[in-house]
């Protein structure tokens, strides 16, 4: 009986099959290692209004006064949104009396090659003079967070002035 070493072609014929194998294996271990972890998808349970309303501790109309981004030492990203609050609809009726912070992770700082962000899918952007309602609810932490994220927000739109 010959020995496997001996005879060159049967090493030769079983060659390829252990180079494809361990090529396989190789990308297999290595390419979690060099794609990107960031999440790029979010997938949120559509709410009805009913829904929105009965889960949320706070529903007020209000326009957008200013935008702030924070950065943390550590890289995380919130923007600050102060709101003017023009009408309670649910909640503490107070709140008109006073601007109103509502924080959110994510946002994005610098220009060109300073250019940083932390983007959440299905969080909401705003714009500094947006007009619209806001859902909201109350986290552990006391912080006001949008009511099934982007879906607690709807924007107000004045055409020829009406209201849409």
Request: aromatic share 10%; glycine share 10%; no cysteine.
């Amino acid at each position: 009986m010959k020995n496997l070493y001996e005879d060159s072609s049967i090493l030769m014929a079983y060659l390829p099959r252990f180079n494809t194998f361990f090529l396989a294996l190789l990308l297999m271990l290595v390419t979690p290692l060099m794609t990107n972890h960031e999440g790029e998808a979010t997938t949120l349970r559509a709410l009805t209004l009913g829904q929105l309303s009965r889960l949320s501790g706070l529903i007020v109309q209000g326009s957008i006064t200013s935008k702030t981004i924070l950065e943390e030492t550590s890289g995380s990203m919130w923007t600050q949104y102060m709101i003017h609050i023009d009408e309670v609809w649910k909640g503490d009726q107070r709140l008109t009396r006073a601007p109103f912070k509502l924080v959110l992770r994510g946002g994005e700082l610098g220009d060109g090659i300073t250019h940083r962000g932390q983007v959440i899918h299905a969080q909401v952007n705003l714009k500094e003079g947006e007009h619209g309602v806001f859902f909201l609810e109350l986290t552990p932490t006391g912080q006001w967070v949008f009511t099934g994220m982007s879906q607690g927000w709807f924007k107000i739109i004045e055409q020829n002035q009406e209201l849409w």
